[in-house]
């Protein structure tokens, strides 16, 4: 299984990014997706999350900002980032927890990261 994550870049104060990933390999069963993002001395932290129902999740710090959405049939997930902060500025990683087999257990994957940083 492979999370390839798209769509950093550098962008000003009070602009716009969007964020995608794309789950592929052997899947049988995709649950949650979502995106984690980890600041320079800081630790890894969640900011959104998806369920294959659609149930969504925030950082209080990203809501009214930040859009999650996620595209069941193409296995991709998207995070929709206005109004960004230089307090944002990280590297996001695209999450996914998923099982290959039906009977196997589910577990989480990561991406490769993608840098976000915003300048003030």
């Known amino acids: 299984v492979q999370l390839q994550a798209s769509g950093g870049g550098l962008v000003q104060a009070g602009g716009s990014l969007r964020l995608s990933c794309e789950a592929s390999g052997r899947i049988f069963r995709l649950n949650s997706m979502g995106w984690f993002r980890q600041a320079p001395g800081n630790q890894r932290e969640l900011v959104a999350t998806?369920?294959?129902?659609?149930?969504?999740n925030y950082t209080d710090s990203v809501k009214g900002r930040f859009t999650i959405s996620r595209d069941n049939a193409k296995n991709r997930v998207y995070l929709q980032m206005n109004s960004l902060k230089p307090e944002d500025t990280a590297v996001y990683y695209c999450?996914?927890?998923?099982?290959?087999?039906?009977?196997?257990?589910?577990?989480?994957?990561w991406g490769q990261g993608t840098q976000v940083t915003v300048s003030s």
């Open positions: 999450n996914a927890d998923l099982s290959q087999l039906p009977l196997s257990p589910s577990r989480p994957y």
């Open positions: 998806i369920s294959s129902g659609g149930r969504i």
